[in-house]
């Protein structure tokens, strides 16, 4: 299956105690806990464009698998890092936060990232 397509957050657990432990101000934490993000992924082939919008905030990544690439943060941070397709789910590590994204059926994208022991998961349904 592609990732392709636009999805909207529908849900997500942990967001709060995930966001802290990222290091977030308490005011960031506030705006976005109830905005319904939207996530853009463009797929062609290995390549891959994903625009995150939350609110008025906006972040594009674009990278190839298996390719070292430098990607942004929530944080602002700019990291690098390699993309993996396993499963056919997307797995990247940033600074300590492992994020594996998966097509779990044509409309439904579950984003789950672990940092130490807090897990924030995200479900996502295509709009």
Known sequence: ???NGRYQLQSHENFVPFMKAMGLPDDMIEQGKDIKSITEIEQNGDHFKVTVTTG??????SFTLGQEVELDTLTGDKVKSVVRLEDNKLKVSL??????TELVDADTIINTMTLGG????RILKRV
């Open 118 to 121: 807090i897990v924030y998961k």
């Open 95 to 100: 600074k300590g936060i492992d994020s594996v």
């Open 56 to 61: 008025p905030k906006v972040l594009v990544n």
């Open 1 to 3: 299956m592609a990732f």
